[in-house]
């Protein structure tokens, strides 16, 4: 499928602002996932390295670490996404902060391929404490993931990046970020979610000063958010509700890992509840008979059901 273009992604989303509608955007790590989020109507199909990762099986934390080449992984990945995608845009999760690519070229390619615009992860933002200070110090901090956004705004890409406090929020909105995506951390739930996380009213406070902030550069910057304990449509919900000029909800774990866990194993266990019919004798064929015993053996069994 083609890019669509920033221009037309924007007039929707206007439009479904302006009518009380939640934009809703997903991530996608097989073609399945992104075939069946396109059938429940959604408004945006992401695809990243952690994507891959969980619907394997691992975390979601598992595309912050050097399992692979997050970059690369994305572009083998939208060979399986891109072909079964017919109307809704996909983004091309970036790393930013990448040493060994030359972005500009980079970007291109990504839109060339078909995606309609990016998203910074995996992001250094997930890091906190002294890794935080060390990429920082080194030249991988999150000032590249900026720059990138900046980047794939002059190419006229749809811009929607990851931001973790006030001050990310107001870096992207000045470098371009059409949406900008407050995250509340890894996904919790499920067998491979997260299990420590901010409560649902931490979140309300935090996506609040960071919508503050990205309109103190912006007003019409559009916020969605995502992660943490938001993980079921209760919880978006609750926070949509409460929050201020929040837009909507992007979901990854919560939109394909958390829903499939669920119905892959209600289904199992469905098909195991299955009974067969009683029966009153087993019949197993005694090795050494004869076929003609066998068939008498086969014989008087059958007749003595029938008595």
């Known amino acids: 499928m083609p890019a669509i273009t920033r ?23 097989t073609g399945l996932s992104a075939k069946a989020e396109e059938a429940g109507g959604i408004d945006l199909i992401i695809i990243y390295n952690s994507g891959r990762y969980r619907m394997a099986g691992r975390g979601s934390a598992a595309g912050l670490l050097a399992y692979g080449n997050a970059n690369e992984i994305v572009k083998e990945m939208a060979y399986e996404v891109l ?3 017919k109307k809704t845009p996909v983004l ?27 998203q910074n992860f995996p992001t250094i933002g997930l890091f906190d404490g ?20 900046a980047e794939a705004h002059k190419l006229d890409l749809l811009t929607t990046p990851y931001v973790f406090n006030p001050d990310e929020a ?15 951390g890894v996904t919790t739930g499920g ?3 997260a299990t420590s996380a901010k409560s649902l009213d931490d979140c309300v406070t935090e996506i609040d000063a960071i919508a503050a902030a990205a309109r103190s550069v912006r007003k019409d910057v559009i916020l969605l958010c995502h992660g943490g304990p938001i993980s079921m449509p209760d919880d978006a919900r609750y926070i949509l509700e409460r ?3 929040l837009h909507g909800f992007y979901g990854a774990s919560s939109m394909e890992r958390l829903p499939a866990e669920a119905a892959i194993a209600r289904q199992t266990a469905d098909f195991k509840a299955v009974t067969l019919e009683h029966r009153t004798q087993k019949w197993e064929p005694v090795l050494g008979k004869s076929d003609a015993q066998t068939k008498r053996q086969s014989g008087a069994i059958a007749k003595k059901k029938k008595g």
């Open 7 to 29: 221009k037309n992604i924007l007039e929707k989303f206007r439009k479904m602002i302006a009518g009380g509608v939640p934009i809703v955007g997903g991530g996608a790590g």
């Open 92 to 118: 091309a999760g970036v790393n930013g902060t990448d040493p060994f690519v030359i972005m500009p070229l980079l970007l291109a390619e990504l839109k060339t391929m078909g995606f309609s615009g990016v």
């Open 191 to 193: 067998s491979i979610g």
């Open 170 to 184: 107001r870096a992207m909105t000045k470098a371009g970020a059409d949406i900008v995506v407050a995250h509340m």
């Open 243 to 245: 929050c201020k000029g």
């Open 83 to 85: 072909p079964v995608v």
């Open 130 to 149: 002294q890794m935080r200070q060390s990429f920082e110090e080194t030249g991988m901090g999150f000032g590249l993931e900026v720059d990138m956004i």
